[in-house]
């Protein structure tokens, strides 16, 4: 029965992207950076741990070609690995705020009865901003990558449970839905198949969004201290330690490669979201 809620072919998600330049580019973004990060060891033959404090400062050169940090480590080394720890902490948070956030906003706009509550928590944890809940989450659970994840994915879990339950407080009281029911089709097939089914879109642009806010908020919370170990190479932890040395006017280079990393991937995955809820949103796709 869903098959019949929309008439007409509707193109592939690839195919709605193709119709925009700018999306077509902030993939190709993004492809270049998960590219550059799984042959991290390739391109950089340097360790991103190896200290080499004789060649510390050193500007970018051929060697290394990003320059050196304080403690002489390759600059680009730890950028790509960097790269590599944002982009999974990316990917897990989104998997679990989609888990979390879905299951919520199913509930929710599904059984009336769960409506109120749900809803009261979603409004409650939207309230906090959401560096200071991830800040929280992090100091009550540790600092460790699975709890960044975790206390991450809860945070971005809300955005998602508010969108689902919109959509289904709509979907569920659509004709073929009713038909559905008053055929005897399990609730949970009902939910699966006709519900869950016609909330790909909005939950596929929600997900790239909370993809980048979790690698600002990554970044952020590395920059404040709250992330990973020290060891280990995050983008926000290198802009820290080079601020001090770039306010001096000396190796800006150590916050200017983390810092446009950073950037290009935020703006990459923001103008791929924007273009698939363009194009997908039927009240803005006579816009585009």
Not at 41 to 55: E, R
Not at 77 to 93: D, E, F, H, I, K
Not at 181 to 195: D, E
Request: proline share 6%; glycine share 8%.
């Amino acid at each position: 029965m869903a098959g019949h809620a929309h008439t007409g072919h509707r193109p592939s998600i690839w195919a709605v992207l193709m119709r925009s330049r700018l999306a077509v580019a902030g993939l190709a973004v993004l492809g270049v950076f998960v590219l550059l990060s799984l042959l991290a060891p390739l391109i950089a033959p340097w360790s991103p741990s190896l200290l080499h404090v004789a060649i510390r400062l050193q500007p970018p050169s051929f060697a290394h070609p990003f320059g050196t940090d304080d403690f002489g480590r390759d600059v680009l080394a730890r950028t790509l690995y960097a790269g590599r720890l944002s982009l999974l902490v990316a990917v897990g948070v989104v998997t679990l705020s989609t888990v979390i956030g879905v299951t919520l906003g199913l509930l929710a706009g599904f059984f009336p009865r769960l409506d109120t509550p749900v809803a009261r928590l979603i409004d409650a944890m939207m309230a906090f901003p959401d560096i200071l809940l991830a800040i929280a989450l992090v100091a009550a659970l540790g600092q460790s990558l699975s709890t960044i994840v975790i206390a991450l994915g809860i945070t971005y879990a809300p955005r998602l449970a508010r969108i689902v339950r919109g959509s289904t407080l709509v979907i569920r009281e659509l004709p073929y839905v009713e038909a559905a029911r008053a055929l005897g089709v399990p609730t949970w097939r009902i939910l699966i198949r006709h519900v869950l089914r016609n909330l790909a879109s909005p939950i596929l642009v929600q997900g790239t969004f909370v993809f980048a806010y979790a690698m600002l908020a990554e970044a952020g919370l590395s920059f404040l201290g709250l992330g990973v170990s020290p060891e280990v190479p995050t983008w926000g932890a290198m802009i820290a330690d080079g601020r001090e040395y770039a306010a001096l006017g000396k190796a800006a280079w150590m916050i200017l490669f983390p810092g446009s990393a950073i950037m290009l991937c935020v703006l990459a995955l923001q103008i791929v979201g924007d273009t698939l809820r363009d194009l997908l949103d039927p009240r803005l796709r006579k816009d585009v």
